[in-house]
């Protein structure tokens, strides 16, 4: 029995050309196509070929595709929200709670706190600082400020681990849901509310820091697994709380 091999369509070949240009940045975050007309020279096909390409890119969030006279196709760089939508589409189907993937983040992201610390370099103690001093220590009034830094914060942690991996992981798992309907989560953790609970988060963010800088790792992995977590916790200890919601 012969085996059946599928040969691509021209506008799929098309994208794949584009695709791997625009992901070894050889096209850049804004930069323009080239008009149809040359693309189709290029390409030796036809307009709806093109268009058929331009159409699995943008789907992709690769491209933004504007008709008219001043119109064109603009480049997009590959982000972690456009790897999280597909991903959270899987786990909305799955019936799966904002507690699991919250867990799963605290999973992922309290073993990069003891990389940091373990490493404790002296540039990512000065940016972790930094951070702090812009307001993810607490000193933040409001809880949406608050939120900003404290998401900062995170990012920056997760960054300076070094593991892109890791960190293209926790961004999408922080892009589903901070987009999840009915979330009150912000920053990473659970929205503390109101002043007292804002300073007491403020100051495990900056007790993590002085671990870092005294190379505790597994004080800061610790320390950091119990601050992930404590919004995880089911209601009362029996609802499993609420699903992910990502199209309202």
Same mark, same amino acid.
């Not at 050309?17 to 930069?31: A, N, S, T």
């Not at 690769?62 to 999280?84: E, F, M, Q, S």
């Not at 904002?98 to 940091?116: F, G, K, S, T, Y």
């Not at 220590?137 to 998401?151: I, K, L, N, Q």
């Given at each position: 029995?012969?085996?059946?091999?599928?040969?691509?369509?021209?506008?799929?070949?098309?994208?794949?050309?584009?695709?791997?240009?625009?992901?070894?940045?050889?096209?850049?975050?804004?930069?323009?196509?080239?008009?149809?007309?040359?693309?189709?020279?290029?390409?030796k096909v036809s307009r709806p070929t093109l268009r058929e390409a331009f159409r699995v890119l943008e789907h992709e969030g690769l491209i933004t595709v504007h008709r008219g006279a001043r119109g064109g196709a603009r480049v997009?760089?590959?982000?972690?929200?456009?790897?999280?939508?597909?991903?959270?589409?899987?786990?909305?189907?799955?019936?799966?709670? !904002?507690?699991?993937?919250?867990?799963?983040?605290?999973?992922?992201?309290?073993?990069?706190?003891?990389?940091?610390? =373990?490493?404790?370099?002296?540039?990512?103690?000065?940016?972790?600082? =930094?951070?702090?001093?812009?307001?993810?220590?607490?000193?933040?009034?409001?809880?949406?400020?608050?939120?900003?830094?404290?998401?900062?914060?995170?990012?920056?942690?997760?960054?300076?681990?070094?593991?892109?991996?890791?960190?293209?992981?926790?961004?999408?798992?922080?892009?589903?849901?901070?987009?999840?309907?009915?979330?009150?989560?912000?920053?990473?953790?659970?929205?503390?509310?109101?002043?007292?609970?804002?300073?007491?988060?403020?100051?495990?963010?900056?007790?993590?820091?002085?671990? !870092?800088?005294?190379?505790?790792?597994?004080?800061?992995?610790?320390?950091?697994a119990q601050h992930l977590v404590e919004g995880v916790k089911p209601v009362n200890g029996k609802s499993p709380g609420p699903v992910l919601d990502l199209l309202g």
């Amino acid at each position: 029995m012969g085996v059946h091999v599928r040969v691509p369509k021209a506008g799929e070949l098309i994208a794949n050309h584009l695709r791997r240009q625009i992901v070894r940045g050889q096209l850049r975050e804004g930069d323009a196509l080239p008009p149809e007309n040359d693309l189709m020279k290029q390409f030796k096909v036809s307009r709806p070929t093109l268009r058929e390409a331009f159409r699995v890119l943008e789907h992709e969030g690769l491209i933004t595709v504007h008709r008219g006279a001043r119109g064109g196709a603009r480049v997009h760089l590959p982000d972690a929200g456009a790897a999280a939508r597909y991903m959270g589409h899987v786990l909305e189907y799955r019936g799966t709670t !904002i507690a699991d993937v919250l867990q799963a983040r605290a999973d992922i992201e309290a073993p990069c706190a003891r990389m940091v610390a =373990e490493r404790r370099a002296d540039d990512d103690l000065a940016r972790l600082r =930094e951070c702090l001093a812009a307001g993810a220590d607490g000193s933040v009034d409001d809880a949406a400020g608050w939120g900003r830094a404290s998401t900062a914060f995170h990012e920056l942690l997760v960054d300076l681990s070094g593991n892109q991996t890791l960190a293209l992981c926790c961004g999408m798992l922080r892009h589903l849901v901070e987009r999840s309907s009915g979330s009150d989560v912000r920053g990473g953790c659970s929205a503390p509310a109101g002043g007292r609970a804002l300073r007491a988060a403020g100051q495990t963010h900056s007790r993590l820091v002085e671990l !870092i800088a005294a190379g505790d790792g597994e004080g800061a992995e610790t320390l950091w697994a119990q601050h992930l977590v404590e919004g995880v916790k089911p209601v009362n200890g029996k609802s499993p709380g609420p699903v992910l919601d990502l199209l309202g």
